[in-house]
C-alpha cells in the first residue's frame, strides 16, 4: 500500500507521462470541460469510474455518495445533476451500482453502521418495494437483485428530478442508464434501464424489474 509521500511521487511521475505523450494536455483542459457523460456512482474504493471506462479527464462528471443514490432532496446530487444537465449539457446520465455492495447488504440484512444507517434507509424503502419478488429468491442471489433494483429505482429518481423534468421539457437530448459493475470481474452490466424521455419510464421499469426476476428466479 503505497504512503502518503507515494501520492505525490506518483502524481508527478503521472502529470509527466501525460505531458511528455501528449504536450498541451493541460493546457487543453484549463479552457474547458466538455463531457458527455455524468456518473453516478458509489464511493467504494473499487469502482473508479473513469479507470473501468477507459474515460479521461475531462471526459466523464462524476458524483459518488454510499451506494448510488439519488434522494428527491438531496441538494449534493441534485446540484451535481443540475450542473451537468444546465451547464455541461452532458448527454447521458448513467447510475453505477455494483454487485457486492457494502451498503445495499447493509440494507438487505438490517445490519447497523452508524449514521449511515438513516442513509442506507432509502435502500430498505427500494427492499420494501420489492419484498415480494426478494422474498422468492435463494440467499445466494438476492443481494445482487437488490443490487440491480436500487438501480432501476435510482434511476427513476433522476429520471423524476426537476431538472430532468425541466430539461426534456425544453427537448433537450439526455438519457439516463442502469448499470452494475462487478468488482469479482471488472464487467459493467447494462441492465436494460436507459431512459431517453419521460414518457419511457413507466413501461422501461416494469421491463427492467421484470429481468431481475426472470434471469434469478431459476436458482
Ligand atoms: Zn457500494
Redesign the pocket.
Known amino acids: 500500500m503505497p504512503n502518503l509521500k507515494d501520492l505525490f511521487t506518483h502524481n508527478r511521475a503521472w502529470a509527466a507521462q501525460m505531458e511528455r505523450e501528449r504536450p498541451g494536455f493541460f493546457t487543453g483542459l484549463v479552457k474547458q470541460q466538455t463531457p458527455k457523460y455524468m456518473w453516478i456512482?458509489?464511493?467504494?474504493s473499487?469502482?473508479p469510474a473513469n479507470q473501468i471506462t477507459g474515460l479521461e479527464p475531462g471526459e466523464v462528471f462524476v458524483h459518488r455518495n454510499?451506494?448510488?443514490i439519488v434522494v428527491h432532496s438531496d441538494l449534493n446530487a441534485l446540484s451535481a445533476i443540475q450542473f451537468a444537465v444546465d451547464m455541461l449539457k452532458v448527454e447521458h446520465i448513467m447510475v453505477v451500482?455494483?454487485y457486492?455492495?457494502?451498503?445495499?447488504l447493509a440494507a438487505l440484512n438490517g445490519t447497523r453502521v452508524g449514521l449511515a444507517d438513516n442513509w442506507i434507509r432509502h435502500i430498505q424503502d427500494v427492499r420494501h418495494r420489492h419484498r415480494q419478488l426478494l422474498d422468492s429468491l435463494s440467499d445466494a442471489v438476492r443481494a445482487d437483485a437488490l443490487?440491480e433494483l436500487n438501480v432501476i429505482e435510482q434511476v427513476v429518481n433522476v429520471c423524476m428530478s426537476t431538472v430532468m423534468v425541466d430539461a426534456w421539457a425544453k427537448g433537450q437530448k439526455v438519457s439516463i442508464h442502469g448499470w452494475a459493475f462487478g468488482v469479482h470481474d471488472g464487467l459493467l452490466q447494462d441492465l436494460g434501464m436507459t431512459i431517453p424521455g419521460p414518457e419511457d419510464i413507466d413501461h422501461l421499469y416494469r421491463d427492467a424489474v421484470e429481468r431481475v426476476w426472470d434471469k434469478r428466479s431459476k436458482t
Do not use: E, K, L, T
Not at 100 to 104: A, D, H
Open positions: 456512482g458509489c464511493s467504494d473499487r469502482v454510499v451506494a448510488n451500482g455494483h457486492g455492495c457494502g451498503g445495499v443490487c
